[in-house]
């Protein structure tokens, strides 16, 4: 696995982390079938908890096909941040074409009820001889 690009965003204390990575070995490049890992850190290096409640993500091949996944927490878990915790967690998706991209949210809630989407900045998912 050779790693692609990794983007990081803080918001109102929450930094996302994402590296990426092809998964050669798992892909079918005559199928159209391209598979990527990411993983990401979430780290509170605020002064308040937060609880991940969900998720919202967009990814878009190199054709402008757009896929939208929402749901519940991250691979089964509502992680539970006090200040200076952090969870890191390792997923994957399947593109139809050799170069795409990540974007998109998590939405948190503080212990008081309020709720607030960290940001998930833009990363790259390609193949290692297509970053250029």
């Avoid at 937060?50 to 991250?74: C, F, N, Y």
């Avoid at 593109?95 to 998109?104: A, C, D, F, N, V």
């Amino acid at each position: 696995m050779a790693a692609t690009e990794s983007s990081t965003a803080v918001t109102d204390g929450i930094r996302v982390t994402v590296r990426a990575s092809h998964i050669a070995e798992q892909s079918l490049p005559l199928a159209g079938r391209y598979v990527f890992s990411y993983t990401v850190k979430i780290a509170n290096e605020g002064n308040e908890p937060a609880q991940l409640r969900s998720r919202h993500w967009t990814i878009t091949d190199s054709m402008g096909k757009v896929e939208e996944v929402r749901g519940p927490g991250v691979v089964g878990h509502q992680p539970h941040l006090r200040p200076g915790e952090h969870f890191e967690y390792t997923s994957g998706c399947v593109l139809q074409t050799p170069r795409g991209e990540m974007r998109g949210t998590y939405q948190m809630q503080r212990p008081d009820g309020r709720m607030f989407d960290a940001v998930i900045a833009p990363f790259l998912l390609a193949l290692p001889h297509s970053l250029n």
